[in-house]
């Protein structure tokens, strides 16, 4: 593939569309062609998928919630981002199979290790180019949440330990992975900005 995937990850309320932004604006600056998305979602089947593991009122299964989200993005990939990265384009990601081993894996006490077979049997093997982890306290990251004043959905709503042992889940992950950057949240957007163009614009040559 000649494109370039960049996912962004972290918990609820860090700022990973504001980056996502700010990102696709500078590349498309740059004269690159973006595809910008997100999971779930990014298909009509997966916005489908969305309504149901993040607003489905009532219990969904863990391990079910855990094959939505691979379904979705065995859709997702197939449908949308291979075909941007085979025609060269910079395909940015809000979440992937890092955030199914971080929630459904350590937030719903399932096996990390299962969780992430299943994604990269789902994904035909495709590992990002570039993981953006943007990490910020749980308690920060609640009340960045409750200022914004939106309805939670089903994960946000979860409890503060189950936050916790995702951001945990996440900087294990980060720990041992050379394709992530690991940036801290709670600076001012801009500066987060630029320590990503940086790596990025190494990434492109």
């Given at each position: 593939m000649s494109g370039l995937f960049i996912t962004l990850e972290g918990g609820d309320g860090v700022g990973k569309s504001t980056q996502a932004q700010?990102?696709?604006?500078?590349?498309t600056a740059q004269g690159r062609t973006v595809v910008r998305t997100r999971e779930p979602g990014g298909t009509e089947v997966g916005e489908q998928i969305r309504?149901?593991?993040?607003?489905?009122?009532?219990?969904?299964?863990?391990?079910?919630?855990?094959l939505l989200y691979a379904a979705d993005r065995a859709h997702h990939i197939a449908t949308k981002v291979r075909p941007a990265l085979e025609a060269g384009m910079v395909v940015i990601q809000d979440r992937y199979i890092d955030s199914s081993v971080a929630y459904q894996g350590a937030g719903r006490v399932l096996a990390g290790d299962t969780i992430r077979d299943l994604s990269m049997w789902a994904v035909d093997g495709l590992l990002p180019d570039l993981t953006v982890l943007l990490d910020l306290d749980?308690?920060?990251?609640?009340?960045?949440?409750?200022?914004?004043?939106?309805?939670?959905?089903r994960l946000e709503a979860e409890k503060a330990e189950f936050h916790a042992r995702v951001r945990a889940a996440y900087l294990d992950m980060a720990a041992t992975d050379p394709r992530f950057i690991v940036l801290d949240a709670a600076r001012e957007p801009e500066a987060i900005a630029s320590d990503i163009r940086a790596r990025v614009e190494q990434l492109l040559g």
């Open positions: 700010l990102l696709e604006e500078w590349l309504e149901i593991v993040l607003h489905h009122r009532g219990d969904i299964a863990p391990r079910a919630e855990a749980e308690t920060a990251a609640r009340q960045r949440l409750d200022a914004a004043e939106k309805r939670f959905d």
